[in-house]
């Protein structure tokens, strides 16, 4: 059975961290991005690895702060948030794509399978 399971997400204060995993089943040799999507906007991808874990990249607004990084013996790849702000408040999907590599900016149309998500929530 296909299937990208998120989880990790909670209720951080500003500058705090987070580590979500994505379980997944069936995607070993494809890329996983990861897209988060706040109240009232639209699903924007921000992270992707590539299928042997070598290949990462991330958008300007979470260099640094982010890391994303996949363990294929455990079928899970991992994001780390650190130094969290309110802005990056949002429902966090975890996609696999079809491809070994990542493309150079993550869009919805390039992920074919995605997970629930998980609610990251950055308050005081």
């Known amino acids: 059975q296909w299937q990208l399971v998120e989880s990790g997400g909670g209720l951080v204060q500003p500058g705090g961290s987070l580590r979500l995993s994505c379980v997944t089943s069936g995607f070993r040799d494809y890329s996983i991005g990861w897209f988060r999507q706040a109240p009232g906007k639209e699903r924007e991808g921000f992270s992707c690895?590539?299928?042997?874990?070598?290949?990462?990249n991330y958008v300007d607004s979470v260099k640094g702060r982010f890391t994303i990084s996949r363990d294929n013996a455990k079928n899970t790849v991992y994001l780390q948030l650190n130094n969290l702000k309110p802005e990056d408040t949002g429902v966090y999907y975890c996609?696999?794509?079809?491809?070994?590599?990542?493309?150079?900016?993550?869009?919805?149309?390039?992920?074919?399978?995605w997970g629930s998500g998980t609610q990251v929530t950055v308050s005081s």
């Open positions: 996609a696999a794509r079809a491809a070994w590599n990542c493309p150079r900016e993550s869009q919805f149309d390039d992920y074919a399978y």
């Open positions: 690895v590539g299928g042997n874990g070598g290949i990462t």
